[in-house]
Structure formats: structure tokens, C-alpha cells
């Protein structure tokens, strides 16, 4: 063999082992026809083909070449073993299928010409441009009319592979979901929340048996004695007494099953009602149901719609309705409970064609099913839509992008020239080619519902497991908890169950076994003595591994400073030309710009209104004088830029101050250790719209005698209204609406109306003009003092109005945008740094370690992260940054790490880095100068789209009342808007908040599906 054909070989075995089979075959098929007789070639072709009898025939040509080839051998027996009619292949013509009915394999094939029977790697079967010697198969012994109809013995063979493989997923599933759950009840039990409840039960039991029965006679001492040595000898029974693990063991067993005995069941939104008390088991089967109705029915139309009109968008790329379903693939990041807060405005608000949400009562299906199941389906079609929405858009963008590139391929050319229907090669050349990655992706979409419906059942009431989670969360019933926790767990178990046997069924190679699915020779099946060694073998290569990465580490930082400073300059070079590649993107300029923005106003707030600062003037007890100054803003007040928009402006909030000098205040001695203040309040009034409220603010400094107050308004048409006279202490407030004596002297009118009225106007309207209202403080110390503070509250306040605590929302907004980015920057970074450093020693070490990684990320998969994230944050931690932890922590052994795995494998058979090996470059040198930064490219768009995943992760937390309880956020306001009754026309309150994290999650989603086109070359076109 020469060089030449070592090169292909060698390239060859690089393109299997990266999964690309077409390469291999187009590679292998250049080189056979070179040299028909290359056993290697042969051997390698059998494991690129899809149809068994070419696997045979391509077998039998290596033996015709070498008849003592023990892999060949041992594969063709492995073959034919089961039937033994193919044995007789080696002298017999074999048969393709028909042409027009053949369907590209999940890796495609080359074509196959019907007259010749030639592979061919151009689909055209052009082979004008081929050398004279071809690589056939013997001619065809039936027409190609007749199809070639697989024996029974295959059939049932099929059958039986498909179910070994299903019972091997199951049971893998199943014990990931054990040590899924065992982790959860360990975490849970680590502060002792699980033996707490078994402990209550008993002690309750044991409380009712002392209060009944012989015990109910004896003296109380005795009987305490008795009921003490009974609590204990059913703790005992319990195994409450038991080991740590072991007892932990037993509470896994218990929550298999959820037989975590009672609970008692709490509805909460805004406050807590008592429910009625049921088993924990009968509690979450009772709401199941409810939950899978709901997100499977959605999930459902999901995946027919969103294929249906992706292959359409395929078929008409570059039309304006795909360039509008690309430009709104981001809605598909927000969470699908902020899309249902939209839908609600717009639907129940505004538009009033289906109800508000509201509580179901399930017991009405006991007498009026029929009403039931009406108010059921009208509660759904929001969430279902919401739903919908979250996902729809993502899903069709992706699996069009796909499909295109499927589109592009040389065997759907040739169908085109076979004069072949659209339809037929969308479902036959485009579609089931592309089927893998269209479940995956679904099924990666199914998994974050599952864990979004918590919060989206929340917001609509629906009578399903998320509200059940929320209440035991709120009302601290852990075993409630961890029972909707396993729900969850089995759910999303089920889901890659389905997953899995959806892909053996579209993809049968997934269920062969070893036939095919390794690109090394045969290999005999190793004792367990064998295996066993070869692990002991390989611990301390493990360990001594991990010495050289710190020991690498080391001999870093002793580089020299200028060698260091040269790679920087070289990084800062490699990301400046990146950025000026990033001009031939206006969307990736876009986000840039907002993020940069975002980043500045999060400077800004830093500096302009310190941490502590914020605190107090958010949270009502951190600081009396932030309280103060809250109760001189206006209540519910919108922001005073939507005045622009009107042509009837609102009136805007006036206050004037003696303090500030924004009033003339005068002092005048008018007897003996009596001084009289002055302080006119003047003020122009041109709204068509009365305020809502007036009220004075009284500061005075006295030692015995309190001061006295006479107030006169004075109207624009100069009437004076004596308002009355009144004694003041050290710090008092009038408010004008609640004064029933000013209340009667204006004839029973509010005094913020009566005081603007126009009394010529017979129905009240405000008499616009200059009003002055002269306050008059008489005291009678010398050294006393009185201020005084004058509001008229308007209906708008701010650039971003008030809440019904009437704090100002600027301060939530611009406070939470430092919060969201530093959570999603934070999050983000050291999940995506944490996997690409973990894949990076499973693929360089491979073996055990390799498994281990695999595994410990298949168990991670069964983990519900939110439900997870709000059961720690519960029991262990009120603080936004342990709730980080958590999810950070759960995020790295993710779809990420298999991503970044992918990656370094197809980086670890480069030829650079095979030529590094073989002049003995160490693995620090080669992990960290050859496979990382072969990476950088995957790694930046990974990190830039999980950045506003995680900012919806914390606002979700603050919108579900489960944040930092001091800290104001965009999600807090979000809560504090809707159990507050923002739907009654406050809708500023909840937009505002919603459209910054539409605006963060928009920037970033920008900038990441531009920086994965620039790096990915596929997509560009696509």
C-alpha cells in the first residue's frame, strides 16, 4: 500500500469515527477505484453500509482477497449465522432496491445505478470523470420492479433487537431515576427535613392514642412516660434511629412509590388557605393528570405544526415569511409564563374574548361534569398557547435550518432530476434523514416545559402539580415537595424513554448492536477478571493525569511575562478580527449594542444608587426614612412619558417643599414667645383630570407647647376656603381625603375634587389655573420650628410610575438589570468553562473515566433543575446566590457537556494533533495548546445564548415569590404586579419589567445565533 492509500485510509477511519459515514464511503470508493483490491478498504466500506447483504458482499471480497482474515471472518458469521440461505451470497447476484423507492440512510449512502449496480459517490451516476476499473456489485437477478422482501427469520431478529434495546433503555432510565431521586432525598435530608416529617406523623399518632383509650386514665406524668416510650418505639419501627444512609436508603424506597404518608394541601397566590388532608400520594396522582393534559396536548401540536411549516419556510427560503420566522426564532427564550402574562393582557384585558384566570374547584366534576370539563377548556387555551408560543418559533427556525442543509445534499439533486414531487422528497430525502435531530431537539424542548409548566400552571391557576410543588414549597411540607420532585423525575424519564425508542425506530442502527456501530475490528467479548484489571490499571494513569494538569498549570504562570503578554496580544487579535467579521451581521450588531447598553446601565446604578441605598428604599422596614419617602409618591401611578401619547393629559404629581426652598417660607413674632410661619403653596393646575389624593407633611421641633395650623386655599376665581385649624406634634401628616370635617364643609364632596372644581360647571370638571394654599404655623416657644410638605398626587409619576406601595419602580428596573447580568454572565461562564474542561478529561482519558462522566450526565438529565433549585432555596438558603449554586451546578452536566464531548473528539483525531502525539507532545501540551482552543469557536456562541436563560431562571424564582426578600429584581416586580392587581388596569406595572428581560433575552439571542453562523459555515446560507 503506499502512502497515498494510507492517507485515505487513515482518513477514512477519522470521518467513522466522528459519525460521518458518507465521507468514509465517497473516501473508500476514490480508493478502490484505484485498487480494487485493497483488503482494508473493503473491510472499512463494510461498516459504512446501511443494507446487510452489501455489508455480506463487501465482507466476502476481503476473504477473496485474504480468506484468513479473522475479523472478516468473525463478522460475516455474525452475519449469516441466522440465516442460512445468505450463505450462498458469495455465488449469488445480489439485489438493490428499487431506485425510485430507495430513501437516503441517516448518513446516506452513495446512489446505486439499477443498470449497473456501481457505487458511485456522485448520485448523478455520472462516471465519465472515473477511471476504466469500477467497484461493482454483481449484476441484479431480479428487475427492479420487484421488491426484495426481507425472510421471516429477519423480521423476528429485528423485533428481538428492538426489545433487548428497549429493556436495556428502560432499565438504565429506572436506575437513573433511583439515583436521581436518592440524590434529592439526600439534599433533602442533609438538614434533616425528611426524618422530621416521619417524626411529626408519630408524634402526632402517639399525641391522639395518649388522648384516648387505658392512657387517657392514668396520672399525667406517667402518661407522658408512656406516650414518650411509645413515640420512641415507633421511631424505632420507622427506622428512624438507623444510620444516616441507611435511613436515607428507606426514605428512597418510600418515595418510589410516594408513600410519604399525608399532607395537607394549601392553595396559594398572594396568601395561604387551608385544604383538605390526603395522602402525598393521592395528592400528586390527583393533579397529574391535569398537568399531562395540558403540556402533552401542547407539545403535540408543537411538533406537527412546527415540521409542517418548517419544511415549508425549506421550500421557500429567502421568502419574507422566513425571513420573519428567523427573525423571531428569540421569543422562543423567554419563558412560556411571561408569553401567558402577554396573552392575559391581550386577550382577557384588553380584547375580553376568553376570562381572566381563576381558581378550579375540582370537586364541581362530583356534581356537574359538564360544567367542569367547559370552565377546564376555557382555563386552557391560554396556557396551552403559551405553551405553544414558547417553543413554536425556536423549533421551526432550527428544524429549518436542517432541513435546508439536507436540501443541499447530492442525492436530493438527483431526485429532483428523477422528476420526483416535492412532496416525496421532503418526506423521503429530507425529513427521515433529518428525523434524529428533529426528536432530539424536541425532545430537549419537552424537557424544559416539563420544568416551565411549574411557574405557567402558577400564573393560570391550573389545577395541576406546579401550583401542588409552589403550595408545599410555601407552606414548607417537604414530603409534598420531594414527591412532585420524583413526579417530575419519572416524567422527564419518560421523555428520553420515548426519545430513545423513537430513535430505534428511525434510525435502526442505534438498535444493532455492534454490527456496525464501531469502526475497530471484532472484538471477542473480555472476561470480567479482564476488565477488572484494566481499571485498576488505570487509576493511578487517572491520578497521575491529573498531577500533570496542575503540575502544566504551574509551569504556566512560571512562563515568561513577555511570552504571556504575546498570547494576550495575540487573543485580543483573533478577537478583534472576529469582531469585524461580526459587521457582516446587523443582528449581531444589534445585540451588541443593547448588551452594551444593558452593561452601562448597570455602572450607572451601581455608582448612582448604592446596594444599601436601594434596600432602603425598596423594602418598607430596612429604613424609616426610605417608608417616609415613599408615602410622597402617588399610589399606582403610571409613567409621565405616556402623557405624551395622550391628548386628555393626566395630571402629574406637584410637590412642594419648605425645606428645599421651593416655597417662601416667612416668620413673624406676634407676642410674647409667639412666632407666626408663613408658608404659600403655590401651584399651577392644567390637568382635564382631577388627582388622586392631597396631602400635607408636618415636621416641627418643640419642648411642650405643640404647634397650631390654620389652613385657606385660595381658588384661581380668588375664593378662599377655610379648611380648618389643628394642633400638630413632632411629625405629622394630613391627608385631605380622610378629613371628614373638610369632607362636610365641601358639602360631602372628596376634598380633591371640591377643592378643583369649577363650581360654574354643572357636571365636575377641574377649574384649571394658579391655586395657592397658605399654611399658617403659629408656636409658642422660642427656638420652635414647623415645615411643612405639599403633594398633590397625581396619576403618573416618573419615567417609570409606582407601585400600590407607591415606590417608585425605577428603582426595581435599573437595580435588576445589574442583578440579571451578573446571575446570567456569572452562571453562564462557569457552567460553560466548569463542561468544557470536564468533556475535555473524558475525552482525553477516555475508558472508565469517560463512562463516568456519561453517566454522572444521564442521571443529571432526570433531574428537574427548578423544582430542585426552589426545594434548596426552601430549606437551606434565602439568598439569590445559593439558588446560583444550585442551578450552575446542575447546568454543567448538561447537553453542553455532550457538545463540547462531540467537539473534542472530532478535535482529538485531527491530523495536527496525531502528529503532536507522535513527537511526544505531553496531554497538558495538547489539551491546553491543541484541543481547547479548537473549541473557543463552539464555546462563545454556547455561552452568549445560556446568558438569558439564566436571567429568566432568576426572574422565573422571583416571580414564583422565591427570591432574595430584599433585593429588588424585574421578576419581583412581575410578582408584586400580579398579586396586586395589576390586571385592573395597571398593565404599565407588568410591561415594564417584561419588556426588559424580552430586550436582554433579544440582545443576547442576537448576538449567539450570529456568532454560531459565523463559526459554523453551514449555516451561513442557511
Known amino acids: 500500500m503506499n502512502h497515498t492509500a494510507d492517507d485515505l485510509i487513515r482518513q477514512a477511519i477519522v470521518s467513522l469515527k466522528a459519525g460521518d459515514r458518507k465521507t468514509a464511503q465517497a473516501i473508500l470508493i476514490r480508493l478502490l477505484e484505484e485498487d480494487a483490491h485493497n483488503e482494508a478498504a473493503w473491510y472499512l466500506l463494510s461498516y459504512t453500509l446501511q443494507e446487510r447483504d452489501r455489508k455480506i458482499y463487501a465482507l466476502h471480497r476481503v476473504l477473496q482477497i485474504n480468506p484468513n482474515n479473522p475479523d472478516a471472518i468473525s463478522r460475516l458469521s455474525g452475519l449469516t449465522e441466522s440465516e442460512p440461505e445468505v450463505a450462498a451470497v458469495k455465488s449469488e447476484p445480489l439485489s438493490p432496491p428499487k431506485a425510485e423507492d430507495s430513501h437516503p440512510p441517516l448518513g446516506s449512502t452513495p446512489a446505486i445505478s439499477p443498470q449497473t449496480s456501481q457505487i458511485s459517490p456522485h448520485p448523478s451516476g455520472d462516471s465519465s470523470h472515473l477511471p476504466s476499473e469500477k467497484v461493482e456489485f454483481p449484476h441484479p437477478s431480479t428487475p427492479p420492479s420487484v421488491d426484495v422482501v426481507a425472510p421471516p427469520s429477519s423480521r423476528w431478529r429485528s423485533i428481538f433487537s428492538f426489545s433487548k434495546y428497549s429493556i436495556k433503555k428502560a432499565l438504565w432510565l429506572f436506575a437513573s431515576v433511583i439515583v436521581g431521586v436518592y440524590i434529592t432525598i439526600l439534599i433533602a435530608n442533609l438538614g434533616g427535613y425528611v426524618d422530621e416529617f416521619f417524626k411529626a406523623d408519630i408524634a402526632f399518632a402517639a399525641g391522639m392514642a395518649g388522648r384516648s383509650g387505658a392512657l387517657a386514665e392514668l396520672p399525667s406524668d406517667e402518661r407522658d412516660a408512656k406516650i414518650q416510650e411509645m413515640i420512641w418505639n415507633m421511631e424505632e419501627a420507622k427506622g428512624l434511629h438507623d444510620p444516616f444512609l441507611l435511613r436515607t436508603f428507606r426514605w428512597l424506597i418510600y418515595g418510589l412509590t410516594l408513600n410519604y404518608g399525608e399532607a395537607t394541601l394549601t392553595r396559594w397566590m398572594g396568601g395561604v388557605m387551608q385544604g383538605p388532608t390526603a395522602s402525598v400520594q393521592q395528592l400528586v396522582l390527583q393533579r397529574l393528570p391535569y398537568t399531562l393534559v395540558l403540556v402533552g396536548l401542547a407539545n403535540l401540536f408543537v411538533f406537527f405544526i412546527s415540521v409542517f411549516i418548517a419544511l415549508f419556510l425549506s421550500r421557500h427560503y429567502g421568502s419574507w415569511l422566513d425571513r420573519l420566522s428567523a427573525g423571531v426564532a428569540s421569543l422562543s427564550s423567554v419563558p412560556s409564563w411571561i408569553l401567558g402574562i402577554l396573552l392575559i393582557i391581550v386577550l382577557a384585558g384588553q380584547l375580553r374574548i376568553l376570562p381572566y384566570p381563576k381558581v378550579i374547584d375540582l370537586e364541581i366534576i362530583e356534581y356537574d361534569r359538564a360544567a367542569f370539563y367547559r370552565l377546564l377548556l376555557s382555563q386552557m387555551i391560554m396556557p396551552m398557547t403559551a405553551i405553544f408560543l414558547s417553543v413554536f418559533f425556536q423549533g421551526v427556525y432550527s428544524w429549518r435550518t436542517f432541513f435546508l442543509i439536507y436540501a443541499q445534499e447530492d442525492y436530493v439533486d438527483m431526485a429532483r432530476a428523477k422528476g420526483l414531487s416535492h412532496r416525496a422528497i421532503e418526506r423521503r430525502y429530507i425529513l427521515k434523514p433529518s428525523l434524529p435531530f428533529v426528536i432530539t431537539s424536541f425532545a430537549m424542548m419537552m424537557v424544559t416545559v416539563w420544568e416551565a409548566s411549574i411557574a405557567l400552571e402558577y400564573l393560570f391557576h391550573w389545577p395541576g402539580i406546579g401550583p401542588l410543588f409552589l403550595s408545599a414549597a410555601h407552606s414548607f411540607n417537604t414530603s409534598l415537595m420531594i414527591a412532585v420532585v420524583i413526579i417530575f423525575a419519572y416524567l422527564l424519564a419518560i421523555t428520553i424513554f420515548i426519545l430513545d425508542l423513537a430513535y430505534a425506530v428511525v434510525d435502526p442502527r442505534i438498535r444493532l448492536g455492534s454490527d456496525g456501530q464501531h469502526i475497530t475490528a471484532a472484538q471477542k467479548k473480555r472476561s470480567f477478571g479482564q476488565k477488572l484489571s484494566d481499571f485498576l490499571l488505570s487509576v493511578p494513569e487517572f491520578f497521575a493525569g491529573i498531577r500533570t494538569w496542575f503540575s502544566g498549570l504551574s509551569a504556566f504562570l512560571k512562563v515568561p511575562l513577555s511570552f504571556r503578554l504575546k498570547s494576550i496580544r495575540n487573543g485580543f487579535a483573533a478577537l478583534g478580527s472576529n469582531f469585524w467579521e461580526l459587521r457582516r451581521y446587523p443582528s449581531a450588531i444589534v445585540g451588541l449594542l443593547i448588551i452594551f447598553i444593558l452593561v452601562g446601565v448597570s455602572i450607572y446604578t451601581i455608582i448612582a444608587i448604592p446596594y444599601q441605598r436601594a434596600i432602603e428604599l425598596w423594602t418598607p422596614h430596612a429604613s424609616e426614612g426610605g417608608e417616609r ?394
Not at 680 to 705: G, R, V, W
Not at 721 to 743: C, P, V, W, Y
Not at 920 to 947: H, K
Not at 997 to 1002: N, R
Request: charged share 15%.
Open 629 to 1022: 419617602i415613599w408615602e410622597k409618591y402617588p399610589q399606582n401611578a403610571m409613567p409621565a412619558w405616556t402623557n405624551v401619547f395622550r391628548k386628555n393629559k393626566l395630571p402629574e404629581t406637584i410637590h412642594l417643599s419648605s425645606k428645599d426652598g421651593s416655597v417662601e417660607k416667612t416668620s413673624e413674632v406676634i407676642g410674647k414667645n409667639m412666632t407666626e410661619f408663613l408658608m404659600p403653596f403655590i401651584f399651577e393646575y392644567s390637568s382635564n383630570q382631577f388627582p388622586d389624593e392631597i396631602s400635607l407633611f408636618f415636621e416641627s421641633t418643640y419642648d411642650e407647647k405643640l404647634p397650631f395650623i390654620t389652613l385657606t386655599w385660595i381658588t384661581p376665581d380668588e375664593r378662599e376656603i377655610q379648611l380648618g385649624s389643628f394642633s400638630i406634634n413632632e411629625s405629622h401628616i394630613l391627608r385631605f381625603a380622610f378629613d371628614e370635617t373638610m369632607k362636610r364643609k365641601l358639602g360631602g364632596v372628596p376634598p380633591q375634587i371640591g377643592l378643583l372644581a369649577d363650581p360654574n360647571s354643572e357636571e365636575p370638571v377641574p377649574l384649571k389655573g394658579t391655586y395657592e394654599l397658605q399654611v399658617s404655623a403659629i408656636v409658642f416657644e422660642d427656638g420652635a420650628n414647623v415645615d411643612c410638605d405639599f403633594v398633590l398626587y397625581g396619576r403618573v409619576y416618573g419615567i417609570a410610575g409606582t407601585d400600590h406601595l407607591r415606590r417608585d419602580l425605577s428603582i426595581a428596573l435599573l437595580w435588576g438589570t445589574p442583578v440579571a447580568l451578573a446571575f446570567g454572565f456569572m452562571a453562564a461562564i462557569v457552567a460553560n468553562l466548569t463542561a468544557m474542561i470536564i468533556s475535555a478529561v473524558s475525552v482525553w482519558y477516555g475508558g472508565w473515566v469517560d463512562n463516568l462522566i456519561q453517566r454522572i450526565t444521564d442521571v443529571n438529565i432526570i433531574l428537574p433543575t427548578l423544582p430542585i433549585a426552589i426545594m434548596v432555596y426552601v430549606m437551606y438558603s434565602k439568598t439569590i446566590w445559593a439558588v446560583l449554586g444550585v442551578v450552575v451546578l446542575l447546568s454543567i452536566f448538561g447537553s453542553s457537556i455532550k457538545n463540547y464531548r462531540a467537539a473534542f473528539l472530532q478535535a482529538k483525531e485531527s491530523a495536527y494533533v496525531e502528529g503532536a502525539i507522535a513527537y511526544g507532545a505531553s496531554g497538558r501540551r495538547i489539551v491546553l495548546l491543541y484541543l481547547v482552543p479548537r473549541i473557543i469557536p463552539v464555546l462563545l456562541p454556547q455561552l452568549v445564548i445560556m446568558v438569558p436563560g439564566f436571567v429568566f431562571y432568576e426572574a422565573t424564582l422571583a416571580f414564583l415569590g422565591l427570591s432574595d426578600p430584599y433585593l429588588p429584581t424585574w421578576g419581583k416586580v412581575v410578582y408584586d404586579a400580579i398579586t396586586n392587581g395589576a390586571y385592573h388596569g395597571y398593565y404599565y406595572w407588568l410591561l415594564e419589567p417584561i419588556a426588559l428581560l424580552l430586550i436582554t433575552g433579544l440582545a443576547f439571542a442576537l448576538l449567539g445565533f450570529s456568532l454560531d453562523r459565523m463559526v459554523n459555515p453551514r449555516l451561513r446560507d442557511a
